[in-house]
């Protein structure tokens, strides 16, 4: 039984959704948080979780040393620190390489030596891109239609394309040298704490702000939104039942093209749904993500209970309005920033 992990990235978004999970959920569970805190990083997103069964270490994954130490005294490291914007990633991949390549490399290092149970955070963006439905052939459907564990390795992106070698990292550690280790790649996640740079918090904040939000190009691009809650139940799932050496994919099937959800924000929000400017697109945008997690559902008896999104993007909605303070200091950075690149 997993008493004590260690949880890298626990102060950004997905990781801090998770810890709050753990939590909740498992009270036999305490936990180290391991973080940079980086500008993605805010011990905010910690506040409120009781202190005696959850530490914030202030501190690098690449650090060998740090890592060694907290490694040698755990029973499991779930690893969720990345850079993980890819718009940051086109403009300056260096930290990428870094954390996501070279950090990844430490803690599994690490685990190797104390063998230690891991399991690495990925996301669906490593398979690169699917056609969009309409364009599939209809002899095409089932068949390629969706993201499966044996889909090719397809980066795109700087972003994706370090969270693929982590992930390959990972696999040739288990193989290698008996890593207990298991990898899951999940879809966008939405939710509170989300940093404003992502699109749905951008969109809600630029609307809260009188700022008028901000699609790329035609707004065709799909994405599969899950609920970062369910992200979470996922993850433990696989942790305590999972496979040693399997590959799992997370998804809630929630596929919807970017149009189609900042049209809902509005709606939701009270304004016109034609109330956005189309901007400069991404470089190399990847058309469609799905996910399809029968291997998950099936062979974990994972079930998400988020699944309505109009119901979870309301109450995030709700979450960024009634906590102006989390983020209203970062909005004109982030916004210049954007700015300056034209969007
Ligand atoms: P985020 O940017 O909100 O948080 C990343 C966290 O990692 C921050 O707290 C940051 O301070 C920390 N960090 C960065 N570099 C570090 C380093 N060198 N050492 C220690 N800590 C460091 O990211 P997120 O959206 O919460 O994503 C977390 C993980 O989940 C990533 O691995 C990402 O690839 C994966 N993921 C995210 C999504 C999504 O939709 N957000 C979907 C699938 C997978
Ligand atoms: O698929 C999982 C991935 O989802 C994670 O691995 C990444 O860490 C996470 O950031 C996310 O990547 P995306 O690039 O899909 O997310 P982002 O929120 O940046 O953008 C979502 C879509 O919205 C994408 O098609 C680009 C578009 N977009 C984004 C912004 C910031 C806009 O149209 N306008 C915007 O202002």
Redesign the pocket.
């Known amino acids: 039984m997993l008493k004590n992990i260690i949880v890298?990235?626990g102060?950004?978004?997905?990781?801090s959704n998770f810890v709050r999970y753990v939590i909740n959920n498992h009270p036999e569970v305490n936990i180290i948080v391991?973080?940079?805190?980086?500008y993605?990083?805010n011990r905010a997103n910690l506040v409120g979780l009781p202190q005696n069964r959850v530490r914030l270490v202030v501190?690098?994954?690449?650090n060998k040393e740090l890592v060694d130490k907290l490694v040698s005294k755990t029973d499991a490291v779930v690893h969720?620190?990345?850079?993980?914007?890819n718009d940051n990633s086109l403009l300056n991949p260096d930290p990428f390489i870094q954390?996501n390549i070279v950090?990844t490399t430490v803690l599994i290092n690490a685990c190797r030596k104390y063998n230690v149970r891991y399991h690495h955070?990925?996301?669906d963006e490593v398979y690169g891109d699917l056609p969009l439905r309409k364009d599939l052939p209809e002899h095409g459907k089932g068949k390629g239609e969706k993201f499966t564990s044996d889909s090719p390795y397809r980066p795109s992106s700087p972003y994706s394309s370090t969270?693929a070698s982590s992930d390959l990292l990972v696999r040739a550690w288990i193989r290698s040298f008996g890593l207990r280790a298991t990898i899951s790649n999940?879809?966008?996640?939405y939710g509170p704490f989300?940093?404003i740079e992502k699109f749905i918090p951008r969109q809600i904040t630029n609307i809260l702000s009188g700022i008028r939000p901000k699609l790329y190009g035609t707004g065709k691009n799909v994405r599969d939104w899950i609920y970062t809650d369910d992200h979470s139940s996922a993850v433990w799932k696989i942790l305590t039942e999972g496979k040693i050496g399997e590959t799992y994919l997370i998804g809630s099937d929630g596929e919807r093209d970017n149009k189609e959800v900042l049209e809902l924000i509005l709606r939701i929000m009270g304004k016109p749904s034609n109330a956005y400017d189309q901007v400069k697109d991404r470089p190399g945008h990847d058309l469609r993500y799905g996910i399809d997690a029968t291997k998950l559902r099936k062979e974990l008896g994972w079930r998400p209970k988020h699944t309505d999104f109009k119901l979870g993007l309301k109450s995030t909605i709700n979450w960024y309005t009634e906590h102006e303070n989390w983020w209203s200091a970062e909005k004109d950075i982030v916004e210049s920033k954007y700015a300056k690149n034209g969007q």
Do not use: M, P, R
Not at 34 to 38: I, N, P, Q
Not at 80 to 85: G, W
Not at 186 to 189: A, D, E, L, R
């Open positions: 890298t990235g102060a950004g978004f997905v990781g391991l973080d940079k805190l980086t993605a990083g501190g690098d994954i690449c969720y620190a990345a850079e993980s914007h954390t950090g955070i990925s996301t969270k999940c879809s966008n996640n989300q940093h």
